[in-house]
């Protein structure tokens, strides 16, 4: 895909969603963390419906500890791998309180020392909270990228390479919640919805459906 074609598509997503951003609920760059962890292999609405009672008893490092891994059990058991995520986020609350004195990191490093925070989660944690220009490629992502031809790769760090080199500066903030939606709600895995799609005639796929 050539560069005039990529700008295309990122200034229409850019026009149709001018200020895009995560779709968990949180009030805190704590909040988004622990939301991100939960959110591994399960929907942000089952995420967000167990933080709507988990975060206003347990929303900070300290409140967390209190709670404990049996009571976080309690909110988040209908989410996927729910008690390898609760030994996580109490773990990672315990690490933030000694090495960070309860605040999330704005490093790469820091944050992925942490357990159950991989690249994935860091990259979404920089971008949202501490607005670095990262692109966290997810699996609506990595399929997007690769069925318009705006970044193949058969992995998900040459996918996010791919796109940190060619996707033009203006918009590389905001590149990962356009292209999460747009798979999420148009490009979708099944059956992509290509008669709504505003970027259908800039896209490479050959399969378009009807």
């Excluded at 295309?8 to 760059?29: C, D, K, V």
């Excluded at 796109?163 to 490009?187: M, N, Q, S």
């Excluded at 919805?193 to 970027?199: H, L």
Aim: hydrophobic content about 40%.
């Amino acid at each position: 895909m050539n560069a005039t074609r990529r700008r295309q598509i990122f200034e229409r997503l850019r026009a149709g969603n001018p200020h895009p951003t995560t779709e968990l609920a949180y009030t805190s760059a704590y909040q988004l963390l622990v939301a991100v962890v939960l959110s591994a292999q399960a929907t942000d609405k089952s995420v967000n419906l167990a933080t709507a009672t988990l975060f206003p008893v347990a929303g900070t490092p300290e409140a967390m500890l209190a709670l404990g891994e049996a009571g976080l059990k309690e909110h988040i058991r209908r989410i996927g791998l729910f008690q390898t995520k609760a030994r996580n986020v109490i773990e990672l609350s315990r690490l933030l309180l000694e090495r960070h004195g309860g605040e999330v990191p704005a490093d790469r490093e820091a944050l992925e020392s942490l357990p159950g925070v991989g690249r994935k989660t860091a990259n979404v944690v920089l971008n949202t909270a501490f607005g670095l220009p990262t692109i966290a490629v997810d699996t609506h992502i990595f399929r997007v990228a690769n069925r318009i031809g705006l970044a193949p790769g058969k992995t998900v760090l040459e996918v996010e390479n791919k796109l940190l080199k060619t996707t033009p500066d203006e918009f590389r903030h905001d590149a990962h919640h356009w292209l999460i939606l747009h798979g999420r709600y148009v490009c979708k895995a099944r059956k992509p919805d290509c008669q709504a799609c505003g970027i259908a005639d800039l896209c490479e796929y050959k399969d378009k459906t009807a």
